[in-house]
């Protein structure tokens, strides 16, 4: 099956949402989730069994739509992290409705009882077919299209719950800086379109590469572009905007935006990073920029991260430090290897982001996992919230163990590998020693606030009046027990997920 | 089919799966150290002992995990992952049935018995790691147990703090270290394996051998790494609190087996990798070690509660295994490690009557105990005595023996008529340690179980569920101690292949 | 080349010199202190003026207005493609079906719109 199926048929999944919702009678609208996990689930298979063409010439698709020999394993490997990120957002958001429709449903006014829940599952389904194409844009037009289209179901999504003032909050801050980011975003583009003359990707690394390039030009659209992209996945100082758009909005949207939308800011940026990486002149300043964003960024992320009291917001600040530990493979030189061979799979920034991506998909969800199911017992995302969670629901509090060992980066789990593997990329190529420090640092202080959250579960009592048992719907256990053992296996064999990158 | 030491590993952490999922947790963890402990016994049965060179790690099995750089689940023994492996059954054995019935525990007991089979875990497989990245992520194994269980049932209203502060210090400690073998793995070779048998090999030949510049920043952060493990003076601040406010299990554990892993780590890693490293910086280890012995050894004396100065202890004699580390040479590092097993055994046995103190009078202060329950408690008063003898590296424990070898091994390098060097001065004025620690330790047994009695109350002498560990250790010590041939056979083959000593 | 740009600077001259002027020919020329309630209220073709100045209107107008933009954008993109793909539609049936399927994208936006009663009035 050609490849680019994929994304048609998760597009028809989304208007099939559509029309359901609006055509057919359904009681229960969770209906409409499991079809679509379900249908996202043989999605998913399918990406084992595509096809790719024999020959890009000829159809100017090819020219939108990358089919590289190089880049089609990662394409695949970040088209499955979109699709297995909304499978786990949906069933999360089924989880979550009861807090969901308190603030949208009205059925005092002889509304369905359920109304807006629909579209809930269904913009995500939208999403991750922009998602699935961000993987594989190789043109500045498709990689636009592309990301607005994420960008703008998201604002939606973020806003949704429209009679809670965080979430409305939300939704405005990331509208606003969304849309600037964006104009910075296009200036930075036609700027490129400008030096190059082309849009196409491979074209204008070739014409970055040769002598008569103007730098001074190139490394203004690479300023405007980066900070975009810096803001898509939460670089500092680009980051501003993190902790209280992830607060407001809806907890599966928040899962969705730390986990996706960051793994799609880091495509477009190593895809446009690699063009600007070619030429030796302009890659020396550009690695430059990322060492500094990186140390920027895992700095703040880590010790911003430390007095926090809200666990959302613990893991806003969480999902900024993990930015800047994908920035510090991002920022380590790509290896180049003298007789043309490819080098090892590890030994490459995209290889090291891949993975880590992958590592960090499973525990960040199942973070998230836990916490939609103790926000439908109680009111707010504090710490103190969580506190006796280990009496109240042990498989819970495990289930949180394992997630905050691994963001942590505790050996024999998967997060470790991810870092092991930034560091020892680092190290190898020879980063300066300021980044491997704060690298260090923001390790050491990860330490800290995940433990945090450990002790609040295990150390104390729960707070009176809220200290009942958890339910966790069947379908969320499942895939929360099936994380757990992801992660733990993945932390073990690491071939596990660098295989499927191939 | 899983070889015998992924068995020795892998059993443990089924157990606490086991217990996890409901099965009788006290039952359960003592069944599976006892099996441990007959499959650590068979393994050091079927070790070939009259090996020549060559072959270096025995009972080998290896799973490859990754091609490029290899990475594999690869365990095996040689001498000195042997005998620590022994200490690490014997110890958790005696960890597992000194814990309190499950009766006893407030809060969940699960979680009491899951945290000491899971750092008993770790410690094994560090131990028989032979893949440098696993011998790392093993040790790690430990870190959430620990933090879980002195935060939930450690003693003492600090002990959230303890449990933060040996948490936070202990997880910089291993950061740096990573950085360290990352950078040791970076610069050996081609950077394309993990297999530290291999590795050695590499950075013994002089051709792939590691520039002496390079060696050195490496191993000053293998040495900080290493050293915060092992609470390396001065980095030991965070050791005593920890062992005193731990649960008696989990000290046990920690001070007696776990801490090793850093000179295991200096022995294995550093000392033959980074040769030309080791050598630059022998005096400020020197100088550190003689901080351990000495200075710390007078902060012990000033203790005024039994477990700190039990852990300060326990700090103060890493400083003699550091002696053998530097001095080198076959009886040096033979000392070592055979000081390794002994101090582990013998602190694990201070703690378990410790903690058995602690049960029956509240509390460890010297003052609210009083004196004279040696009356009460004759049994205890007993093996107390016997633990602190031990300690103190009397004839017939295997201290002793271990010590001796260490001060033997300092002065073994000198030449007849030659001025002392700084190694043995080290060494003698580390003798006065042994000196220190008859002080402290008798001077606490008189306080406690000598003179008269003050105490009104009447407990129980040592039930049997506390003498079958207590009698463990000591026979493990004094087996070792009149015979430490059944020990030092296993390291002769290994001193002489190149994982033990460079060149 | 910044030759070329000469008459966009000659624009902006222009355009902001008329601005100013126009401010100071008013401030200079106009009468001043001639000012009373009725000649500041709003001009209401002679009637009295009532209500407020920005009158509320429904939030309805808005959700038809944007409907209206996005199927705008559908007539937008089919001129270009009518005109510039004109051999290949006549050759090559990807380029016209590939524009159905945009067409159709929209037409089930627009039957979801017209279900949820994004287009009705009352109510």
Known sequence: MPVYYLEIIVVVLGLVMLMADAFVKLEDKRNIAWFAVLVLSVVFLLLFKVSWPESTEGSPFWKFYDAEKGSRGFSLFFKGIAVLTTIIVLIMSAEFRGVLLKYTAKPEDGAHPQSGLSEFFTLPVFACAGLMWMASANNLASIFVSLEAVTITFYILVAYMRRNVGSLEAGVKYLILGALSTGFLVYGFTWLFGVTGTMDLAGIKEQLALDSVNVTAALFAFALIIVALGFKVGAAPFQNWIPDVYQGAPTPITAFLSVASKAAGFIVLLRISGCFFGSGDLSEKVGAVFVVLAILTLLFGNLAALPQTNFKRLLAYSSIAHAGFLLMALASPITLVADGKEPPLLDTSIGVIAFYLGAYLLMTLLAFLVMTAVRNQQEDDSLEGYAGLAKRSPFLAFSLLVSMASLAGVPLTAGFFGKFFVFKLAIQNGACGWLIAAGVIGAAAGFYYYFKVIASMFWNAPAEGNDGPIPVSMPAKVVMVLLIIAIFAVGIVPNLILGLIK | ?503 | MSQDYTPVLIQIVIASGFAVATLIASVMLGKRAMRNTVKDSAYECGMNPTGEGQARFSVKFYLVAMLFVLFDIEVVFLYPWAVVFRENVANAPVYFWGMLGFVFVLFIAYLYALKKGALEWKS
């Open chain 2, 1 to 503: 089919m899983p070889s015998s030491l992924e068995i020795l590993v892998f059993l443990p952490i089924l157990a606490a799966l086991a217990i996890g999922f409901g099965a009788p947790a006290r039952f359960t963890a003592i069944g599976a150290a006892i099996i441990n402990l007959g499959i650590g016994l068979v393994a050091a049965k079927s070790y070939n002992v009259n090996i020549e060179g060559g072959a270096v790690f025995q009972l080998e099995s290896s799973r490859v995990l990754l091609e490029s750089p290899k990475l594999a689940l690869a365990f095996g023994v040689d001498g000195m992952s042997l005998i620590l492996m022994l200490l690490t059954v014997i110890v958790t054995l005696a960890a597992v049935w000194a814990s309190p019935a499950e009766s006893k525990i407030k809060g969940s007991p699960k979680l009491y018995y899951i945290s000491s089979l899971l750092i008993a875990a770790g410690a094994l497989g560090a131990f028989l790691s032979t893949d440098l990245f696993f011998l790392y992520a093993f040790h790690e194994l430990a870190l959430i147990p620990t933090f879980l269980m002195i935060g939930m049932y450690g003693h003492g209203k600090n002990r959230k703090r303890t449990a933060w502060t040996i948490t936070i210090y202990l997880g910089v400690g291993s950061l740096i270290l990573l950085a360290g073998l990352i950078a040791l793995f970076v610069n050996i070779g081609q950077n394309d394996t993990f297999s530290i048998a291999e590795m050695i090999v590499r950075a013994q030949d002089s051709e792939t051998m590691i520039p002496e510049a390079t060696q050195s920043w490496i191993y000053l952060l293998l040495l900080v790494g290493f050293g915060v493990l092992v609470s390396l003076f001065p980095f030991h601040s965070w050791a005593p609190d920890a062992y005193a406010d731990a649960p008696t299990p989990i000290s046990m554990l920690h001070a007696g087996v776990l801490k090793k892993f850093g000179l295991y780590g200096l022995i294995r890693i550093a000392g033959p990798m980074l040769p030309a490293g080791a050598e630059k910086w022998m005096n400020l280890v020197l100088v550190l070690l003689l901080g351990n012995i000495i200075i710390l050894g007078l902060v012990t004396i000033a203790q005024k509660r039994l477990d700190r100065m039990i852990g300060m202890s326990s700090v103060m004699h890493m400083g003699y295994v550091f002696l053998g580390v530097v001095a080198g040479g076959t009886i040096g590092i033979s000392g070592a490690v055979l000081l390794m097993f002994a101090h582990g055994v013998s602190i694990a046995l201070l703690f378990a009557l410790a903690g058995s103190l602690r049960e029956r009078f509240g509390s460890l202060e010297f003052d609210k105990l009083g004196g004279g329950l040696g009356k009460l408690v004759p049994k205890l008063g007993l093996l107390f005595g016997f633990a602190a003898f031990a300690s103190i590296g009397l004839p017939g424990f295997a201290n002793f023996a271990a010590e001796v070898m260490i001060f033997f091994g300092a002065f073994q390098p000198m030449e007849a008529n030659a001025p002392l060097s700084f190694l043995q001065w080290a060494a003698i004025i580390s003798l006065w340690g042994v000196v220190i620690s008859a002080v402290y330790m008798l001077r606490a047994f008189r306080k406690i179980f000598k003179g008269p009695l003050t105490t009104t109350e009447t407990p129980k002498d040592m039930s049997w569920n506390e003498r079958v560990p207590a009698l463990l250790l000591i026979v493990s010590l004094m087996l070792v101690g009149f015979y430490p041939e059944i020990l030092l056979k296993y390291l002769r083959p290994a001193l002489e292949s190149l994982t033990l000593i460079g060149s």
